[in-house]
């Protein structure tokens, strides 16, 4: 045989191909992975988590970071969970914990706000009728790479699995995720600039 069992249960065929790796925490996926996937970005950043929190901490310096992404061209998309929603209230009584997921999202807003009105920078709320499926599922998008949360059941973010996937054709497991993150996208609400938020 040219391809024992052994070799072949190692080769990845097919879809497998896009799997890079996977982790069974998100927490369990180093912040230098994150980090080497943002720096090497140069066309899409869209990080359509429900509440994008956690960038925030993992990430040093992670305004600079995405300001200078900005400057160089690269477009940054952020899709968020409305903080006033049903959604982001129902889920804030099944997690029950003390960072609600409306701080969360509004963590995030705020840090988005220090980075001003940018050409390039664009963040939308899901729509109410998406809601539900956003706050299940979290894609966050680096030009041909991803990395891919299901949310489980009562689980924060942190304690879900994720995936690692690299575009291999178009119609693969990256695709379809991919394509999942645009389709809420093209319905997301624009977020209003900061000043008028806060009339």
């Not at 889920?91 to 701080?103: F, Q």
Request: proline share 5%.
């Amino acid at each position: 045989m040219l391809w024992p069992k052994a070799v072949k249960d190692r080769i990845k065929t097919g879809g497998d191909r896009e799997i890079i790796r996977s982790y069974p925490y998100r927490s369990s996926c180093p912040s230098t992975v994150w980090g080497e996937l943002i720096a090497h970005s140069t066309g899409e950043l869209f990080f359509a988590g429900y509440t994008n929190y956690f960038l925030w901490l993992d990430q040093p310096a992670f305004v600079s970071t995405l300001r200078q992404k900005l400057d160089s061209g690269c477009r940054v998309r952020f899709l968020l969970g409305d903080p006033d929603g049903e959604v982001t209230r129902n889920r804030e009584t099944i997690e029950d914990v003390a960072l609600t997921v409306s701080t969360r999202i509004r963590i995030t807003l705020e840090n988005l706000g220090k980075l001003g009105s940018h050409e390039g920078l664009e963040t939308r709320f899901s729509a109410p009728g998406d809601a539900v499926n956003h706050v299940s599922l979290s894609v966050f998008r680096f030009d041909n790479e991803a990395l891919v949360t299901p949310h489980l059941a009562r689980m924060v973010g942190h304690d879900s699995p994720l995936l690692h996937l690299r575009q291999y054709d178009n119609g693969g497991m990256f695709a379809r995720f991919a394509e999942h993150a645009e389709e809420l996208w093209s319905r997301g609400v624009p977020v209003e600039p900061a000043a008028d938020r806060q009339r």
